[in-house]
T-cell receptor, first 118, second 109 residues
Framework: GAVVSQHPSRVICKSGTSVKIECRSL??????MFWYRQFPKKSLMLMAT?????????EQGVEKDKFLINHASLTLSTLTVTSAHPEDSSFYIC??????????????FGEGSRLTVL | GQNIDQPTEMTATEGAIVQINCTYQ??????LFWYQQHAGEAPTFLSY??LDGLEEKGRFSSFLSRSKGYSYLLLKELQMKDSASYLC??????????WGAGTKLIIKP
């Protein structure tokens, strides 16, 4: 089946630094990718919808300048957490929708990236 | 507003059957997903229903009633590895996913 690869799986950084997380669709093209943030014992929170070749669509309350999303190709989207602070520590997950299934095509998730900001 | 409700936690015995319910209220409806998520891992796809009725996939089945805004995930012959969180997500008229908070399923020997 379709595979979405996310890297790095774990990252620890110092407060004030920036961290980039990559999301790749390995065997299919994804014009749309989604970035989620998940807190312990809570549901996935959609942060933004990443569209290939255009600007990402951010959900209300998500800081665009802090969470930079780039969808450079049909198989790669990146999330950069700029000037990270301890409150940004979380589990970040990307997903990609397999095309050909219409707007409700199956979503495939990356393995997730656990960010810890010291 | 849009809302998904599912129980926070359920406990079942190995080898038994458990049903996890999900009710939804969305602006428009374009189907409902069930995902399984083990602790510390990303969710994995279980099922997608857009028509009323029951769909069976091995030990897992998913049911949808659009008129009642209701779905359930049925797990048979429970195994210890089925201990996980089960997420229900409805697709609204804008094709956005509205996620439930997840049901933590605990399997006991």
């Amino acid at each position: 089946g379709a595979v979405v690869s996310q890297h790095p799986s774990r990252v620890i950084c110092k407060s004030g630094t920036s961290v980039k997380i990559e999301c790749r669709s390995l065997d299919f093209q994804a014009t749309t990718m989604f970035w989620y943030r998940q807190f312990p014992k809570k549901s996935l929170m959609l942060m933004a919808t990443s569209n290939e070749g255009s600007k990402a669509t951010y959900e209300q309350g998500v800081e665009k300048d802090k969470f930079l999303i780039n969808h450079a190709s049909l198989t790669l989207s990146t999330l950069t957490v700029t000037s990270a602070h301890p409150e940004d520590s979380s589990f970040y997950i990307c997903s990609a929708r397999a095309e050909g299934g219409g707007d409700t095509g199956e979503l495939f998730f990356g393995e997730g990236s656990r960010l810890t900001v010291l | 507003g849009q809302n998904i409700d599912q129980p926070t936690e359920m406990t079942a015995t190995e080898g038994a059957i458990v049903q996890i319910n999900c009710t939804y209220q969305t602006s428009g409806f374009n189907g409902l997903f069930w995902y399984q998520q083990h602790a510390g891992e990303a969710p994995t796809f279980l099922s997608y229903n857009v028509l009323d009725g029951l769909e069976e996939k091995g030990r897992f089945s998913s049911f949808l009633s659009r008129s009642k805004g209701y779905s359930y995930l049925l797990l048979k012959e429970l195994q210890m590895k089925d201990s996980a969180s089960y997420l229900c997500a409805a697709v609204d008229s804008n094709y956005q996913l509205i996620w439930g908070a997840g049901t933590k399923l605990i399997i006991k020997p």
